[in-house]
């Protein structure tokens, strides 16, 4: 078929998209968002698990109540008492803030709303863990997200090579290989130096710095393609390390 490579290369961005947005629904550090009814109102608010850098992180929250006010309490790890602060009206939005951590400390935090004589607590009576990490450089953020999602990406479409006669496999498999290899040995253990706050301050351990699932991928897709290049009347070996790329992101949640 004239049209097949291209749209396997359509179904690839599919199937990454599909990866990326399950990875994200489900990871444990997906916010905690929602939209309440007070007396006819919405009351619309997001709440933040994970925080990168040093500001304070400011809590908001949107409402069409004149008279709604509310505070804002959270305790850190060490903290047997719960501090709060008087959340500040401006136009539809009611915010306040919460100290900042160093990196890998967390907070719990939740919001008490009053509304005339009657008062809720956000999220569903329930306190939200909020976890602090470094601030990652801009640069070294987008080049990590660039490297992983298209690694993913020709991870996913090797896969699909399959319902080509596998064609170009051995080419993607050696893309994939130089991809995950920078990302593995080089601009992750500097991504994650940051992220942790080692930077300038103590020599993490090699478990922090390469995690599981990046030298994992990184060696399966090694041995892909060398059996690629030793093996190719198996068709399946692309596409089996395809699935368990897909299916490992999924469940690691990076």
Known sequence: ?????FILWIT??????????????????????STINIDGKKVTYRFEKVHYGNDDVKIIIR?????????????????????????????????????????????????????????????????????????????LNILEMVLLYTGLFLSIRAGLEYFNNNTKTKKLAVMIVIIFITLTLLINPLYQTYKLGFMNTTVPALNEIFPVFYWFITLMWIVTSISIFR?????????????ITALYYMVERV
Not at 1 to 5: D, L, Q, T, V
């Open 12 to 33: 690839s961005l599919f199937l990454t998209f599909i990866v990326l947005y399950y990875s994200n629904l489900n990871s444990d550090y997906y916010p905690v968002t």
């Open 63 to 139: 409402t069409d109540l004149e008279e709604l006010s509310g505070k804002l309490f959270w305790k850190n790890d060490q903290d047997k008492n719960w501090s709060y602060a008087a959340m500040k009206k401006s136009g539809l939005f009611l915010a306040a803030e919460i100290p900042a951590l160093k990196p890998l400390k967390s907070s719990l935090y939740f919001v008490k709303l009053n509304y005339k004589d009657f008062s809720y607590n956000i999220p569903d009576n329930q306190n939200v863990k909020l976890d602090f990490y470094g601030k990652i450089p801009i640069a």
């Open 231 to 243: 093996f190719p009347k198996i068709k399946l070996i692309a596409a089996a390390s395809s699935i």
């Open 1 to 5: 078929m004239k049209h097949k490579p």
